[in-house]
């Protein structure tokens, strides 16, 4: 009988059950948030250039990462990453922008002059 209880207690074990999962997407996102906020210049720097390499998919999550986010230094690196994410760069690539209007699905409003990009030259 005691065999019986100790095998299957030793396969959990063998499988790993009870270690944990691993961390999830969010749980990363939330890790780097924190890390905007370090001492380390160089640890809030990589943090800032990994949420910024997340892209248009974590827009959402950051927005609302940023309304938790009580460190100033945290709060304006993660605003800043937001509208560096978001900025569309039409003036030097209009179809870089279409692209990037259309994969975050949203519109696209242009302006016109007369005259160079740089306004009425």
Excluded: C
């Excluded at 005691?2 to 095998?7: F, I």
């Excluded at 074990?13 to 890790?31: H, Q």
């Amino acid at each position: 009988m005691r065999r019986w209880l100790t095998t299957p207690l030793l396969a959990l074990i063998a499988f790993g059950v009870g270690r944990g999962d691993p961390p999830a997407k969010s749980d990363e996102i939330t890790l780097l948030v924190a890390q905007l906020g370090d001492r380390d210049y160089s640890t809030r720097e990589k943090a800032t250039k990994a949420l910024a390499a997340k892209g248009w998919d974590a827009v959402d999550r950051l927005n609302t990462e940023l309304a938790s986010v009580s460190n100033p230094e945290a709060a304006d690196r993660l605003r800043r990453v937001i509208a560096g994410i978001t900025k569309l760069d039409w003036h030097s690539d209009p179809v870089a922008a279409v692209a990037a209007a259309k994969k975050a699905g949203k519109p696209l409003l242009t302006f016109s002059t007369i005259g160079g990009a740089d306004g009425f030259s």
